[in-house]
């Protein structure tokens, strides 16, 4: 379709094992968001780019997470050494400058 | 204090009623308002924007009272299909690009 696409849906690590989170935004959507939602809470913003640059990490919670975004299209959001907080729903979303964001259906993080 | 601010929920009503949602926000910088909606285990998905003068989409009516900081919205005659999350959206500007600023969200659960 032509909307955007996140994989894998559902994800599930033991505690301390890598991650890695695949956003494919809308095509010739300029911005990439990351968002982590938590249980009963609303999406909080982690990471943005604008095309292949990162300008915004202010939300990353830790060293532990990590995301690129090298050709300015997919992204991967990784997560190092997953503790059990980071169990949470990742949400991307794209879109161009100044006009709404349109959300991918969220990759299901759980860390057992 | 969190950024947004909104009702805890939920809220359960019966079919056909009147439901009012309220917000607010404590950056007075904010930009633009918006309301999401996300249906359990999918993704956040706009509903509306919201303008100063108030505005209005069929059962839907949004307001904005920027001296006050608080955003409501007003579902008339509410549906089953209406059951959803409603996600309070405020929209800020930083060195050329914006991010989303998201509510903790309100429940709404229509019964027949």
């Known amino acids: 379709g032509a909307g955007v696409s996140q994989s894998p849906r559902y994800k599930v690590a033991k505690r301390g094992q890598d991650v890695a989170l695949r956003c494919d935004p809308i095509?010739?959507?300029?911005?990439l968001f990351w968002y982590q939602q938590a249980l009963g809470q609303g999406p909080e913003f982690l990471t943005y780019f604008q095309n292949e640059a990162q300008l915004d990490k202010s939300g990353l919670p830790s060293d532990r997470f990590f995301a690129e975004r090298p050709e300015g299209s997919v992204s991967t959001l990784k997560i190092q050494r997953t503790q059990q907080e980071d169990s949470a729903v990742y949400l991307c979303?794209?879109?161009?400058?100044?006009?709404?964001?349109?959300f991918g259906d969220g990759t299901r993080l759980s860390i057992l | 204090r969190k950024e947004v601010e909104q009702d805890p929920g939920p809220f359960n009503v019966p079919e056909g009623a009147t439901v009012a949602f309220n917000c607010t926000y404590s950056n007075s910088a904010s930009q633009s308002f918006f309301w999401y909606r996300q249906d359990c285990r999918k993704e956040p998905k706009l509903l509306m924007s919201v303008y100063s003068s108030g505005n209005e989409d069929g059962r839907f009516t949004a307001q904005l009272n920027r001296a006050s900081q608080y955003i409501s919205l007003l579902i008339r005659d509410s549906k089953l299909s209406d059951s959803a999350t409603y996600l309070c959206?405020?929209?800020?500007?930083?060195?050329?690009?914006?991010?989303?600023?998201f509510g903790k969200g309100t429940m709404l659960l229509v019964s027949p």
């Open positions: 959206v405020v929209r800020g500007w930083n060195s050329g690009y914006s991010t989303l600023t």
């Open positions: 979303a794209s879109g161009q400058t100044g006009q709404p964001q349109h």
């Open positions: 095509s010739g959507h300029v911005s």
